[in-house]
């Protein structure tokens, strides 16, 4: 299937050649398809979403039934697959259109804001269905709450890889709420390791490292630090209720009641 949609000749090929998505490189950099379609479901809404899902299935399912023998390919052909790499090219267009406009906002928020705010994130992954959940708390030098989210994907990752999506997702929140600059701190020393070395890892978490890097050099810079999970308790209680929740939510300068008493718990530490 990945070869059919991505790979070969016939398929989308020319799109993975020849896109930097969200990499701000040359045309040599290739794009992989889990990179792509992850970022996608982090910026696009959800009707742009069903429509890319309903052409990549098209794509899909044109060149498996040419290479079954089912049907051939029409007169057309060189149309529909123009067509495709079209749409495909104003998708991802769309998406760099709303972080330049991300980037804006966050640059009018924040001139002459000196203060550097601190972004705690965690992902949890579900044992018994498709689903992770993810948590960010964006607190002030005082420990004040000033962001918080509660997020989740219909999928499910390796842990490293979950963490790394987490940490993504963090980052796109402060540029969001203008919540910058910032320091980025999760329990997941592995991932802050990755992050805190010169090149992403050859592997599938390596992809979203990649995607940090990128972001970080095009938008704002930010550190990278672990913390134990202890001192990520916040964070954590607000990926758990990520499993359980069917939409992503937000909240400035508060947060969700059950998450409270380990927010106060945190300030208390401060003091």
């Known amino acids: 299937m990945m070869h059919a949609l991505w790979g070969c ?7 993975r050649l020849g896109t930097s998505f969200l990499k701000g490189k040359g045309g040599d950099d290739r794009v992989q398809f889990i990179d792509f379609m992850i970022s996608c479901h982090s910026i696009l809404l959800e ?9 990549l299935w098209k794509v899909w399912n044109r060149r498996n039934n040419f290479v079954h023998g089912s049907s051939a390919l029409c007169p057309d052909t060189d ?9 495909l090219r104003i998708t ?10 991300l980037v804006v906002e966050t640059l009018c928020r924040t001139i002459g804001d000196v203060e550097q705010y601190k972004v705690n994130t965690d992902a949890a992954i579900s044992n018994d269905v498709m689903k992770m959940g993810f948590g ?38 402060a540029a969001e709420t203008g919540l910058v600059p910032c320091v980025m701190e999760s329990d997941a020393q592995v ?9 992403a890892p050859l592997s599938d978490v ?23 999970r202890h001192g990520n308790m916040v964070a954590h209680c607000l990926a758990k209720l990520g499993l359980s929740s069917s939409v992503d939510d937000f909240w400035m300068e508060d947060c969700p009641p059950s998450v409270i008493p380990e927010v106060l718990r945190d300030c208390s530490h401060l003091d």
Do not use: T
Request: charged share 15%; hydrophobic share 50%.
């Open 92 to 101: 991802m267009m769309q998406i760099r259109k709303k972080l330049d406009h």
């Open 206 to 228: 390596g992809l979203i490292i990649q995607d940090i890097f990128s972001f970080c050099e095009k938008y704002f810079s930010c550190s990278f630090n672990f913390v134990p």
């Open 136 to 173: 960010i708390i964006i607190r002030d030098s005082n420990g004040a709450v000033m962001a918080s989210s509660v997020q989740s994907l219909n999928v499910r990752f390796p842990p490293q890889m979950a963490e790394a999506m987490a940490i993504f997702r963090g980052l796109q929140f």
């Open 191 to 199: 991932v802050i390791n990755l992050l805190n070395s010169v090149l």
């Open 47 to 55: 009707k742009e979403m069903e429509v890319l899902y309903v052409l």
């Open 9 to 15: 000749s016939c398929s989308l090929k020319n799109i």
């Open 79 to 87: 149309f529909f697959w123009s067509g495709c790499m079209v749409l």
